[in-house]
């Protein structure tokens, strides 16, 4: 076992580097899992939105108006209402929508004075946005319909809140037994865990096998009397016994995290199982990546690429169903769809039902993706052994 | 220190794997990121709401009307069941029964479909409220009917942008913090036990500093080069909506390379220790900023902002990223000189910390 424990040697040489990019993606794959799993969860109830009042007029109207959105919306309070900080907060999806009621609101209101009677603030044409236009068109329209008749502002507003509450309920029918995830942190852990794995072998186990395609110690192996097959064999151990300690690595944190109990559960086996397959996945192709004799700096920008890629085209980071058709079609050729895919399904993250016929396809689907890329590491690397240094 | 620029750029553009690498990087994750987004902008944008409408007693009652002649929908008429057909197959968000009142049925596991559910509710929440109104005072009838513009929209910065525009921030900030590996050479070909030339350096009667500052300039003219031309690639193009400015966003660009060559000779510096332990640092240490920067998840700078404010002032790739908005977005540019001040002053401890660090470092002390 020369060629194995020559590739442990070689890998322990580089534990400090591995350890430091291990507490990276460990940081990263449980705040980014957390981040998200508190994003939709607020995102889930009921088309509830963030909005941002700024009420300057505080008379019974204003107050009125507010209540009605804050009972189907969400407030947010900012440290300051600067034009600059409401765009920020706009920007980067903080909040949905800003309402502001300015002062001599409700005198207006009562001098029959529709035209601009509040300013809002919202993404373009976003649905949000639109949304909350027609509850505010909805409920001045109303006031200022029982203002011009004759009511006062609190007898208007007790005549629309009472129309409001007799609002008839909205009817539901469910066609499917689909589970929405009730708490979708692990799904979202085991989803980012795609990303972390990949991007952890390419940049730990890549340099690895570049420094067993190096003139000198390639010469020094060939020239033994080990037959290339048992060679190429104690490689992949090594391969595998590095890619094993990388997958228990994030898998051992993740019962500590979620429990024991999550993890074991049905749900929880499927997706050590399907991390397990992608494991395989992301080692055949750092092996063939690694027949390459690619310079560390360049590794790390190859790494980055495919492993953010990756994560943008098949749903990582942005979620699946609202990426485009022709984008999921090219992404079913890459295996962190099937990935991703599987984690969606368990976790109830997407609206496709959980069945075990897609589970068992995505599983072999990756598995093929694993042999087709074993088996160009093999023909790379025999191409490599022939080529001149 | 003339030789010194022009030798190491002969150098550096012989290197033609990582040039070639350095180069493909944003471009080729500015493709990707594009196609990615592709979608989602118009996933964003408002289309009329799919709906079926099921007319369960008087065909010509005003509630149908109003339901055909609201903009806001896309309406189907069709019997109850092929009406429960389409909303079981997607085709439709929601089915209205419209008799003598209006009622609204929908697949509540939907979850895409969400907030269309809810526009279809805010309609017949009106129809209801209407009649209400018109019932407790007819005299509002009027006034309910009439054409009322009641917002006034208003824009806070110089003009909206695609929010998925800042996934392209995040980028080229990546690209600037990766700049950070071409820092560490500098630092690694200076010291006489890691590499042969930082070894010959050693031996030479160069003066070190002047050594070091000649590469600092060449690594930082290299790199800004490079950044330069791939993201005019990613505007002219792609079609980034990056163009606001342009000339600020170059010096953005320069800055903000520095900022990355200065920090990777500072953490090469740190250290004796080996260059795959220094590589391991800077991409560790830049993937971290790109993250809290919001580079895989784009709420992220705004949950570092509540939580840690400080960070977002320090955190470099945070600072480029907001640099490109504060010109695309904001009318002042107070924030935006504040950002590259800081990232100024950030090259500037680097490259005074990697100084101090290499000073007195001789071959004899390694």
Not at chain 2, 109 to 126: D, H, K, P, W
């Amino acid at each position: 076992m020369q060629i194995y424990n020559a590739f442990l040697k070689v890998a322990r040489t580089r534990v400090t580097s591995i350890l430091i990019y291990y507490v990276v993606f460990l940081i990263f794959a449980i705040l980014s899992s957390q981040n998200t799993a508190d994003d939709n969860r607020s995102r889930f109830e009921a088309s509830s939105v963030p909005i941002c009042i700024i009420d300057e007029d505080k008379s019974a109207a204003s107050h009125a108006l507010t209540e009605y959105l804050l009972s189907m919306h969400e407030s947010v309070v900012l440290d300051s209402y600067e034009p600059e900080t409401l765009l920020d907060n706009l920007y980067y999806g903080r909040i949905g929508y800003v309402l502001s009621i300015p002062e001599g609101f409700e005198r207006a209101l009562l001098a029959g004075q529709t035209k601009d009677l509040v300013t809002t603030s919202k993404m373009p044409d976003s649905t949000n946005g639109i949304f909350i236009d027609r509850q505010i068109d909805l409920y001045l329209r109303a006031l200022s319909a029982s203002v011009s008749s004759g009511a006062s502002v609190p007898e208007a507003v007790s005549i629309v809140n009472t129309a409001v509450t007799q609002s008839p309920d909205v009817h539901t029918v469910s066609f499917e037994g689909q589970s929405a995830g009730e708490d979708s942190f692990m799904y979202y852990y085991f989803q980012y865990l795609s990303y972390v794995l990949l991007v952890m072998l390419l940049e730990g186990l890549s340099p690895v096998l570049i420094r067993f395609r190096q003139k000198d110690l390639r010469s020094r192996i060939a020239c033994s009397s080990m037959k290339p097959f048992v060679q190429k064999v104690q490689l992949g151990l090594g391969c595998m016994t590095y890619s094993l300690a990388i997958w228990l690595s994030f898998i051992l944190p993740s019962f500590l995290i979620f429990g024991a109990q999550q993890i074991l559960s049905k749900n929880g086996l499927l997706c050590l199982i399907n991390s397990a397959v992608f494991t395989l996945v992301a080692t055949a192709l750092t092996l063939f990546i690694g027949t390459f004799s690619i310079p560390g700096h360049a590794l790390n920008m190859i790494s980055n690429i495919i492993g953010l890629g990756m994560g943008f085209l098949c749903g990582v980071f942005v979620p699946q169903q609202f990426l485009g058709d022709t984008v999921l079609s090219a992404s079913r050729f890459l295996p962190a769809y099937w990935y991703v895919r599987i984690t969606n399904m368990l976790g109830g993250l997407s609206e496709e039902a959980f069945s075990i016929d897609t589970y068992r396809l995505c599983i072999g689907i990756e598995l093929l993706f694993f042999f087709a890329l074993f088996a160009m590491y093999l023909a790379s690397s025999r191409f490599h052994r022939r080529s001149p240094d | 220190m003339f030789s010194i620029i022009k030798y190491t750029w002969i150098r550096l553009i012989r290197n033609k794997t990582n040039l070639f690498w350095v180069l493909l990087f944003p471009i080729a994750l500015g493709g990707l990121f594009q196609a990615a987004f592709s979608n989602l902008s118009s996933l964003e944008e408002f289309s009329p709401i799919p709906t079926a409408v099921v007319c369960s007693g008087d065909e010509s009652s005003p509630l149908l009307t109003a339901a055909a002649a609201n903009p806001l929908l896309s309406v189907y008429r069709c019997s109850s069941e092929e009406a429960l057909a389409m909303l079981e197959e997607q085709q439709v968000d929601g089915i209205l029964t419209i008799g003598d009142s209006i009622t609204l049925t929908v697949d509540p596991n939907r979850s895409s479909a969400r907030l269309n559910q809810s526009i279809l509710q805010v309609f017949t929440e009106q129809c209801s409220i209407n009649a209400a109104l018109i019932k407790e005072a007819p005299a509002a009838a009027p006034a309910l009917a009439a054409d009322a513009d009641f917002r006034k929209e208003v824009c806070y910065g110089r003009r909206w942008q695609d929010p998925y525009t800042q996934y392209f921030y995040n980028l080229m900030a990546m690209a600037c913090m990766f700049t950070a590996l071409s820092g560490i050479y500098i630092s690694l070909e200076n010291q006489g036990n890691l590499t042969v030339l930082g070894a010959r350096k050693n031996c030479a009667s160069t003066n070190k500093l002047f050594c070091i500052i000649g590469e600092l300039i060449a690594y930082i003219g290299f790199e800004v080069l490079l950044n330069i031309i791939a993201f005019l690639f990613l505007i002219f193009v792609y079609g980034v909506d990056m163009r606001a400015r342009l000339p600020l966003s170059l010096l953005t660009i320069l800055i903000s390379s520095a900022a990355g060559v200065s920090m990777g000779f500072f953490i090469g510096s740190a250290s004796r220790r080996s260059e795959s332990i220094k590589i391991g640092s800077v991409t560790a240490i830049t993937l971290l900023c790109c993250f809290f920067s919001g580079l895989m998840q784009g709420n992220m700078r705004m949950v570092v902002e509540q939580h840690a404010p400080f960070f977002n002032r320090i955190n470099p790739a945070a600072l480029i990223a907001d640099s490109f908005y504060c010109l695309n977005m904001l009318e002042s540019l107070r924030r935006y000189t504040v950002n590259i001040l800081t990232l100024v002053l950030l090259s500037v401890l680097f490259c005074l910390g990697g100084f101090l660090l290499t000073r007195r470092k001789r071959y004899a002390d390694l």
